[in-house]
């Protein structure tokens, strides 16, 4: 999958996280930004690179604004922006298919 616009999922709520993705030319940049860094940031780094990997996302700038989001949140949040930045309809998401 491709990115090709802006998208953005999630809130700034407690136990919750808002991801943002934009184009980029070439690799992923990642910047996270979360309140429990220190003690999950390696786990939320590879949960969202899983994600992305999974979702066959090659290149794109991902943001993620993270409140102590459980892994499932995170991986919810990243399907879901990936998705509108492609213009996926509601009946077009291979839910349970692309991400198990």
Known sequence: ?????NAMAGTL???????TVEPAETGIELEISSS????Y????????LETLERLEV?????????????????????ECAVFRSCEKSA??????GVIK
């Open 91 to 96: 009946a077009g998401i291979p839910w349970g």
């Open 13 to 19: 709520e407690s136990s919750d996280a808002m991801v």
């Open 36 to 39: 429990v860094m220190n003690q």
């Open 58 to 78: 090659t290149s794109g700038k991902v943001t993620v604004v993270d409140k102590g989001a459980l892994d499932c949140t995170l991986k919810a949040r990243v």
């Open 1 to 5: 999958m491709q990115i090709e616009k």
């Open 41 to 48: 940031g390696r786990q939320i780094k590879a949960t969202v």
